[in-house]
């Protein structure tokens, strides 16, 4: 009980966002019903063969990484709750699309846009928490969002375990509800980045506004960047 405590205690002191985002990232977690029954969904409920559905299992994996990197860029050069907002809100309407068209095999290609779509949108999820921490309390702020995923979606497994077989279309359905529902809480409930102040100073850093400036207007692209940093291939 006590190390439960100790644990528990580490989350204290988080700009006030993070436990907002904290309980956003349980509500989208617990209504990820998709992707965990996926395979099952094309397999059983949708009559194709197994190699089909490693395709379309491959292609939507693959196509989720050019997204990212799409959403990546969005983040930088737009605003990223808008991104987020946008992309999110487009996702969810694609798995409502889905739902209603699950004995229809034209779904793939809405299931397929629906993972490009919520792929542009995560970079922007992240830079969220990039802004509203700093270095010293960044990998806690992590850390709580990872623990609010994990309890969502043991939470939304059972959830789905029980109305796949009668109720798959429910699946889609749910799914798309509780991104809307994402939404509309951070649309209500966190501010542009631009509103706060990131708690690093220029002087805590080493630099000056000036030389920050400079920095946050630097022209490389993403690719140069990875090739200067090769490491980064192999992630």
């Known amino acids: 009980m ?9 989350y204290k002191g988080l700009p006030r966002e993070m436990y907002v985002l904290f309980f956003i990232r349980i509500i989208n977690a617990v209504g990820n019903f998709v992707y965990p029954f996926l395979t099952l969904i094309l397999t059983e409920k949708m009559n194709y063969s197994p190699f089909e559905t490693g ?10 990484v050019p997204a990212s990197i799409l959403g990546g860029i969005l ?5 990223y709750k808008s991104t987020f907002m946008l992309f999110s809100g487009f ?9 209603f068209l699950l004995n229809s095999r034209i779904m793939i290609i809405f ?4 993972n490009v779509s919520d792929g542009i949108s995560q970079p922007s999820n992240t830079a969220m928490v990039s802004n509203f921490t700093n270095n010293e309390n960044r990998s806690t702020a992590f850390s709580l ?10 939470v939304g497994q059972l959830v789905g375990g029980t109305i796949f077989n009668n109720y798959t279309k429910y699946l889609f359905i749910g799914n798309a509800v509780t991104i809307f529902l994402c939404v509309i809480l951070i649309k209500f409930l966190v501010k542009e980045g631009t509103e706060y102040n990131n708690t690093e100073s220029d002087i805590d850093i080493g630099v000056n506004t000036e030389e920050t400036n400079i ?12 090739i200067e940093n ?3 291939i192999f992630l």
């Open 91 to 99: 996702t969810g309407i694609l798995f409502l699309i889905c739902g």
């Open 75 to 79: 983040a930088d050069r737009w605003k």
């Open 145 to 154: 969002l990872y623990l609010g995923h994990n309890i969502g979606l043991s």
């Open 111 to 114: 299931l397929i846009l629906a």
């Open 2 to 10: 006590l190390n439960i405590k100790s644990n528990i205690s580490e």
């Open 55 to 64: 395709i379309i299992m491959l292609i939507t994996s693959v196509i989720y």
């Open 215 to 226: 920095d946050k207007n630097d022209n490389k692209g993403l690719f140069k960047i990875i």
């Open 230 to 232: 090769k490491k980064l």
